[in-house]
C-alpha cells in the first residue's frame, strides 16, 4: 500500500516538493512509463514494476531511487527544472528571435531533461540494478551507463513513435541538447571534474577512476552522442544529420561559434577509448544481474 506522504517523508529523511507544474510532469511520465508496461505486458506477458515519483526540494541537478517495503521510488531535485531553466536562460539563443518561441524550446528541453532523468532512475529499476546491490566502482558505473543508454534509447523511440518524420530532427535536437546542458551543468558541482593541467588522468588513472562510481559527464556525453546515428527508411535508407545540427546549435548557445576551437586530438582519443572500455563493461553487468525481462538485451 502507498504510504501517506508525511511518512515517507520521515523514513526517507526527504522533504517532498509539490508544485502545479511539477504534478503536471510527473503526470506525464507516469504516462509513459504505465504504456512501456503495458506494452510489455503485452508483448512478452511480464509485468515490469512501476514506481512511485515524487520531486524534492534541492538545487542540484540529479535524482535517486530507492526500495522500501517492496516499493521503488525516485525522487528527483527540484533543481532538474528550477536550476536548469536559469541555467538554460543564460546561453545564447540568437537562432530564434520570437520570445514566445524561445520560451517554448526551453520549456521543451527542461521536459526532456526531466524525462531523461527518470528513464534514468527507472532503468536502475528495471535493469535490476536497485535490487542487486552492487557495490564495485566499475560495476557502478557500469549501472549508470546502462542507464544512460537506456533513457535515451526510449527517448528516441518515443520521439519516433509520436512525432511525424519532418519533426524527428528537431525532437531529438532538442532531447539531446536537454541531456548535454544536464550534464554540463552537473559537471560543474562535481569536484571530480573540475578539470586542470591532468584533465587526461581522470580518463585513465586506475586510482582516480576506482574513486568514482559515476562515470564523467563528458563521457556521458560521448556514448550518448554517439548513439545519435539515427536512420530512417523510407523509399531510401536515410541517415538522420542530426549530429551537425546539434554541433551547430551547442556552438551558437555556447557563444563559440566562428572563434577556433583548440584541436584535442590526443584527449579526444584517451577519452573515447575510456568510453569503449565503459561500454564493454555493459556487457559485463548484463551478465552479472538477472534481468526482469530480456527487452534489454
Ligand atoms: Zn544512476
Known sequence: MEKDLKQLEDELNVKLYITEEGCELLNNVQLKITR???????EKEILIPGCNIYFV???TIDAFVTKLDDEYYIFVNSGVI?????????????????????????NDIIEYGFYFIVFHEYAHIFCGHVDACLDDPTDKKAQECEADMFAMEYLVKYIMNTQSEQEYILEMEKMFLAIYFQFENMQRERWQEWYNDKILENYYDPEKEAKRNHPLSAQRMLYLYEMLNIVVVTDKIELLPIKEKILEKIKVLKRIEGKEIPNRELEYGVAKESVQKLKESVKEIRKKIPRLSDVSE
Open 36 to 42: 512501456e508496461r503495458v506494452a510489455i505486458r503485452d
Open 82 to 106: 528550477e536550476e536548469q531553466k536559469k541555467y538554460l536562460e543564460k546561453l545564447n539563443w540568437s537562432f530564434i528571435s520570437n520570445e514566445t518561441q524561445r520560451t517554448e524550446w526551453i
Open 57 to 59: 526540494k534541492n538545487k
